[in-house]
Nanobody, 116 residues
């Protein structure tokens, strides 16, 4: 079992920046995919960014050029650097881990609110 704990959310003005962190309770040695998803009120959860164990990344079109996903294997932590934030980025952001065996884990979510 793995626990994911997000932090770093908050209230920021449009144009500002936030960095989200997702700490894993233990190291995952097998190949895996980690991602950040978000869910705004009344909308479905959507993918924001993913990073696979080899380091390749992929982003939703809406955040390309503004958000960066990265990881620190030594700290068992994944980050989401969010720059040039817009009011439409307001959502609860969730961290996700999918292991090579198909186990799927989610964090509890962290609120990001961008004021105009």
């Amino acid at each position: 079992q793995v626990q994911l704990v997000e932090s770093g959310g908050g209230l920021v003005q449009a144009g500002g920046s936030l960095r989200l962190s997702c700490a894993l309770s233990r190291r995952i040695f097998s190949a895996n995919t980690m991602g950040w998803y978000r869910q705004a009120p009344g909308k479905q959860r959507e993918l924001v960014a993913v990073i696979i164990s080899g380091g390749s990344t992929n982003y939703a079109d809406s955040v390309k050029g503004r958000f960066t996903i990265s990881k620190d294997n030594a700290k068992n932590t994944v980050y989401l650097q969010m720059n040039s934030l817009k009011p439409e980025d307001t959502a609860v952001y969730y961290c996700n881990l999918v292991t090579r065996l198909g186990d799927d884990y989610w964090g509890q979510g962290t609120q990001v609110t961008v004021s105009s």
